[in-house]
């Protein structure tokens, strides 16, 4: 019984009071109604094994052994402070190594081992048996093997800015020639033909239609001016050959620059960055095969992207343009681009939309337009139509 008392009773505490046993530290055990010495509890960074020790916890790394495989060797240790510039992998680390999930249920890792793991002490070139992250710690640089590149250059849009002719493919259809001309015009010359374009030129917002068949405003102005009509998408507009003097002045330049003629232009006004102009081809009959279109830049860079059509036969609409090949051109203040060859034929190209501060820019296309019969109205048959010829009959 007495035995039983001393056990249950009070402890003093470590400032001289007394400790009941309900409210012991938690440095403490109750073991058997009374109070054990003091014991090792797992803190931070630790874990208590299943034999009742105490192990280091598994943090970015691994266990201790395992953490040996991580570093370099002997060979590669060196006296000095270590850098914290990133090295290349050791020779005796494996980048290619698998992956290991950690088990579900918060039990501890487990790694199974294959022949990547080997003994540290037999191959080093089999020590290493984890992933990038694991070495991160030891500031090694990650290289990965080429078959992990996800982005191919090729992929990649390819910029142009450099003065002259550039062949941008070679097929399906044949060669697609771009000539690029920085500063065509100068900046006094671009100075003055923007401000008078912008006065001389009527623009007119164009109603369109998508393909649900829904009208809605282009987010741009347009203006057309040549001796036929033309149309694009859902849009007809008459000829015009009322031609402003500037844009005649432009006109004669560009042709006696490049050695071309053209009889129509049209003119596209970009009142700020929220203006813009989907993908799409000048393809459309009236302009032939092999069209020559001469874009000339006026006012704030805007970025010209282009893009490889799919091959003949497939959807446009569903076709995933993420492969294709891209292009950007920067066209600045009193820029000239030449579209000639199969450019039309194998390529789209837009001006994007920009939601930043964007002034104005004008962009005129000359290009060569050909009557289109499918505009022209037919002249109705006479002959076996008895209505039709009384009708003429009686006019005359």
């Given at each position: 019984m007495?035995a039983?008392e001393?056990?249950?009773a009070?402890?003093p505490?470590?400032n001289?009071g007394?400790?009941s046993?309900g409210?012991g530290?938690?440095?403490?055990?109750r073991?058997?109604?009374g109070?054990?010495?003091?014991?090792?509890?797992p803190?931070?960074?630790q874990?208590?094994g299943?034999?009742?020790g105490?192990?280091?916890?598994r943090?970015?790394?691994?266990?201790?052994?395992?953490?040996g495989n991580?570093r370099?060797?002997?060979?590669?240790?060196?006296?000095?402070?270590?850098s914290?510039?990133?090295?290349?992998?050791p020779?005796?680390l494996?980048?290619?190594a698998?992956?290991f999930?950690p088990k579900?249920?918060?039990?501890s890792?487990h790694?199974q081992?294959?022949s990547?793991q080997?003994n540290p002490?037999?191959?080093a070139s089999?020590?290493?048996?984890?992933?990038?992250?694991?070495?991160?710690h030891?500031?090694y640089e990650?290289i990965?093997?080429?078959?992990e590149?996800?982005?191919s250059?090729?992929k990649?849009?390819r910029?142009?800015?450099?003065?002259?002719?550039?062949?941008?493919?070679?097929?399906?259809?044949?060669?697609s020639?771009?000539?690029l001309?920085?500063?065509?015009?100068?900046k006094?010359?671009?100075d003055?033909?923007?401000c008078q374009?912008?006065e001389?030129?009527?623009?007119?917002?164009?109603?369109?239609?998508?393909r649900?068949g829904?009208?809605?405003?282009e987010?741009?102005?347009v203006?057309?001016?040549g001796e036929h009509?033309?149309?694009?998408?859902?849009v007809r507009?008459?000829a015009n050959e009322?031609?402003p003097?500037?844009?005649l002045?432009?006109?004669m330049k560009?042709?006696?620059?490049?050695s071309?003629?053209?009889?129509?232009?049209l003119?596209?006004k970009?009142?700020?960055?929220k203006?813009?102009?989907?993908?799409h081809s000048d393809?459309?009959?009236?302009l032939r095969?092999q069209?020559?279109i001469?874009?000339?830049?006026l006012?704030?860079t805007?970025?010209f992207q282009?893009?490889?059509k799919?091959a003949?036969?497939?959807n446009?609409?569903?076709?995933?343009y993420?492969?294709?090949?891209?292009?950007e051109i920067?066209l600045?203040?009193g820029?000239?681009l030449l579209?000639?060859?199969y450019?039309?034929?194998?390529?789209q190209h837009?001006?994007?939309?920009?939601?930043?501060e964007?002034?104005?820019?004008?962009?005129l296309?000359?290009?060569?337009i050909?009557?289109d019969e499918r505009?022209t109205?037919?002249?109705?048959?006479?002959k076996?139509n008895k209505?039709t010829q009384?009708?003429?009959?009686?006019?005359r």
């Amino acid at each position: 019984m007495a035995a039983q008392e001393v056990r249950r009773a009070s402890k003093p505490s470590h400032n001289g009071g007394m400790q009941s046993r309900g409210r012991g530290k938690r440095s403490m055990s109750r073991i058997q109604g009374g109070w054990a010495p003091e014991v090792q509890v797992p803190g931070r960074g630790q874990t208590r094994g299943r034999g009742g020790g105490v192990m280091p916890k598994r943090g970015r790394g691994y266990p201790p052994l395992m953490q040996g495989n991580f570093r370099p060797g002997p060979a590669h240790q060196s006296l000095e402070p270590p850098s914290n510039d990133p090295q290349p992998y050791p020779p005796g680390l494996n980048p290619n190594a698998p992956v290991f999930e950690p088990k579900s249920g918060g039990g501890s890792h487990h790694h199974q081992q294959t022949s990547d793991q080997g003994n540290p002490g037999q191959n080093a070139s089999q020590c290493y048996i984890g992933q990038p992250q694991d070495l991160r710690h030891q500031r090694y640089e990650y290289i990965p093997p080429e078959e992990e590149v996800s982005i191919s250059q090729a992929k990649k849009p390819r910029r142009i800015e450099v003065d002259g002719e550039h062949t941008i493919s070679e097929g399906p259809s044949g060669l697609s020639h771009i000539v690029l001309f920085k500063n065509f015009l100068s900046k006094e010359e671009a100075d003055e033909a923007l401000c008078q374009l912008d006065e001389e030129i009527d623009f007119k917002q164009q109603i369109n239609k998508n393909r649900a068949g829904q009208d809605y405003l282009e987010p741009r102005l347009v203006r057309w001016y040549g001796e036929h009509p033309y149309a694009y998408s859902k849009v007809r507009m008459e000829a015009n050959e009322e031609w402003p003097p500037t844009l005649l002045q432009l006109k004669m330049k560009i042709e006696h620059e490049m050695s071309m003629t053209f009889n129509s232009v049209l003119c596209n006004k970009y009142r700020s960055g929220k203006d813009g102009v989907a993908w799409h081809s000048d393809d459309e009959y009236g302009l032939r095969e092999q069209p020559k279109i001469a874009s000339l830049s006026l006012g704030q860079t805007r970025m010209f992207q282009m893009r490889k059509k799919p091959a003949k036969g497939c959807n446009p609409y569903d076709y995933d343009y993420s492969e294709s090949e891209k292009l950007e051109i920067p066209l600045t203040h009193g820029t000239l681009l030449l579209m000639t060859g199969y450019t039309q034929d194998d390529w789209q190209h837009q001006i994007p939309k920009e939601y930043h501060e964007r002034e104005m820019r004008i962009n005129l296309t000359f290009r060569t337009i050909y009557p289109d019969e499918r505009h022209t109205r037919a002249t109705p048959c006479l002959k076996g139509n008895k209505k039709t010829q009384n009708q003429t009959k009686a006019a005359r």
